[in-house]
């Protein structure tokens, strides 16, 4: 059902009831999500004061670098300008030694974490998670492995014959230091059918993040919105988000994924034409600041909207900036550009000096190093 047109008193009404401490319905989040005009100042202001109620005027980072295994990919979902079949021409797979490689690569710039990001190739087992894991702690004493994804977990149990709580388990023992809360892109299966077919369904998606709660693990949430979901869809998404951490509180943050439609499938049989716009990536922010009541971190991924955009976020609730990075295959493979792959601190300090917030320094979880 369409949320119904917002008039001045109602926005005012939601707005003041979320300050004021009430949970905001689902159809209350879509109507939001639908605002354009000035109106959307209004809740980017709520939401920035709700921020500053809940985490102060720190804006933090963490010193991270993704490492990208492989681009080859079971799914290589429509949303996805990154997967290629193994018989593509530019499809890759690191060597054990390449990868060592680019762990000390890693090592050498001195990271708190290390983020693996990759297609989950159809010929990877459990060993091969375990391997890439111990390499990195190997090469880099005391960093923080963020990694592996509900679908890589499952496709792992599934290729190793073990259980997903299993898979957690070997994982944890191998080093593994927090679940990345990634290939959740919508969670509603309708949507899922189109932008990300092959993967996991959402039941099976909220399960295995459960499992890693039960097991001792962290993870973050993510959203993946601008693509074919609607408002409502959006909603609900968030609202599963929320059920979950009320449950268990295994989410550190949540990290609104701005989909970037450049050379993906879904752009290629015309499916989408755009990704997000400015006003969904305010919309995105300042709506899940206010509804995600019992979420302390939003994060503003500034490689997926620029560094702009990502500060305009900053005053509309998010609190974080995600990390340094220093490489982003998946973005710019979809058209973010070359700035989508270093974030430097001094630029960070720049945009925060600039808004009058501070910056500092975190580790994964979240603690203040500096």
């Known amino acids: 059902m369409t ?23 689902e159809t209350e989040a879509a109507a939001l999500f639908r605002l354009n005009g000035r109106d959307i100042w209004k809740v980017a202001a709520a939401a ?17 670098m993704n490492l990208h295994m492989t681009n080859i990919c079971k799914n290589r979902c429509g949303l996805c300008a990154f997967g290629r079949k193994p018989t593509d021409p530019d499809a890759f797979c690191f060597t054990d ?18 983020c693996y990001l990759a297609g989950v190739h159809p010929g990877f087992t459990i060993e091969n998670y375990e391997t890439m894991i111990r390499t990195l702690c190997e090469e880099i004493p005391g960093v ?28 944890k023992e191998a080093g593994l230091g927090s679940v990345q809360g990634t290939a959740a892109e919508i969670l509603v299966d309708s949507v899922r059918k189109v932008i990300c077919e092959k993967k996991i369904p959402t039941e099976e998606w909220v399960r295995i993040i459960r499992e890693a709660h039960e097991v001792g693990f962290k993870a973050t949430s993510t959203i993946m919105y601008g693509s074919v979901e609607t408002p409502e869809e959006r909603a609900h998404h968030l609202s599963i988000l929320r059920d979950l951490q009320d449950e268990t509180q295994v989410f550190t943050d949540l990290v ?26 305010i919309l995105l922010t300042a709506v899940s600041r206010l509804f995600l009541d019992n979420m302390k971190n939003i994060q503003v991924p500034w490689s997926k ?39 430097d601190p001094k630029d960070m300090q720049y945009l925060c000096d600039d808004m009058g917030r501070k910056l500092a ?6 603690n203040i190093l500096e």
């Open 3 to 25: 949320a119904p047109t917002l008039n001045s008193a109602e926005l005012a009404r939601i707005l003041d009831d979320a300050l004021a401490g009430s949970r905001m319905s």
């Open 48 to 64: 920035d004061e709700r921020r500053e109620e809940v985490v102060g005027d720190t804006v933090t980072y963490v010193r991270n």
């Open 97 to 114: 030694e390449e990868f060592r490689e680019h762990a000390r690569d890693a090592a050498k710039k001195e990271v708190t974490e290390v």
């Open 144 to 171: 923080h492995v963020h990694g592996c994804s509900p679908d890589e977990i499952a496709f792992a149990a599934q290729r190793s014959g073990l259980t997903t709580k299993e898979t957690l388990i070997r994982l």
């Open 256 to 281: 609104p994924l701005a989909f970037l439609h450049h050379n993906t499938p879904l752009e290629k049989d015309g499916t989408v034409t755009y990704g997000s716009t400015g006003r969904e990536d």
């Open 305 to 343: 909207i620029g560094q702009k955009m990502t500060q305009l976020g900053l005053m509309s609730g998010g609190n974080d900036v995600g990390g340094t990075m220093f490489v982003d295959s998946l973005s710019r493979t979809a058209g973010a550009g070359e700035e989508a792959d270093f974030f």
């Open 361 to 366: 320094r975190r580790d994964t979880l979240y």
